[in-house]
């Protein structure tokens, strides 16, 4: 059964900083396209980040240009989402997901596979 799980949420001041990671289980990573969505209670899921399959090309959303990196590292099968300068916008569960589609973007619509998320609180 294909699971991603992510991890590496938390509390934290603003300014502070995270990684989310995204690990999978029974799927390769690296032949995926993978993105990183937020949602807060009441609102639309938004997509934040992706990153491509061979190239990695990345995209990031406005909100977020300049603040957080999406990266891979294919030997641990594994996504990472830094996140720095973080604002108390950014509070929101924060999932990942993957599509073995050939779109790279950040409709939800495109993506397959999803985690359950993880909880990014920014507060003082």
């Known amino acids: 059964q294909v699971q991603l799980v992510e991890s590496g949420g938390g509390f934290v001041q603003p300014g502070g900083s995270l990684r989310l990671s995204c690990a999978a289980s029974e799927l390769t990573l690296d032949y995926f396209n993978i993105g990183w969505f937020r949602q807060v209670p009441g609102k639309e899921r938004e997509g934040v980040s992706c990153?491509?399959?061979?190239?990695?090309?990345?995209y990031y959303a406005d909100s977020v240009k300049g603040r957080f990196t999406i990266s891979r590292d294919n030997g641990k099968n594994t996504v990472y989402l830094q996140m720095n300068s973080l604002k108390p916008e950014d509070t929101a569960v924060y999932y990942c997901?993957?599509?073995?589609?050939?779109?790279?973007?950040?409709?939800?619509?495109?993506?397959?596979?999803w985690g359950q998320g993880t909880q990014v609180t920014v507060s003082s």
């Open positions: 990153i491509s399959r061979g190239n990695g090309s990345t």
């Open positions: 997901a993957a599509t073995g589609g050939q779109r790279v973007g950040t409709d939800a619509d495109m993506y397959e596979f």
